[in-house]
């Protein structure tokens, strides 16, 4: 089979999305608990926003 060069993904696509998929999903459950959210310690909330941003 000949399959078009714009269909090639690089080989860490896959992992990027497992891991953007996850932290989505932990910070849309941390947004609709609030209270969880807001009780986040300084560090741990840096470190949460670090890995949003960084994937």
């Keep these: ?9 690089p080989e860490w696509w896959p992992g990027t999305l497992v891991l953007c998929a996850g932290i989505v999903a ?3 459950s941390l947004y609709r608990r609030r209270s969880s959210f ?18």
Excluded at 1 to 9: A, V
Excluded at 43 to 49: D, G, I, M, Q, T
């Design 1 to 9: 089979m000949i399959f078009s060069p714009q269909l090639h993904l």
């Design 26 to 28: 932990i910070g849309f």
């Design 38 to 55: 807001v009780s986040m310690s300084a560090r741990a909330l840096r470190v949460f926003l670090l890995l949003i941003f960084l994937s």
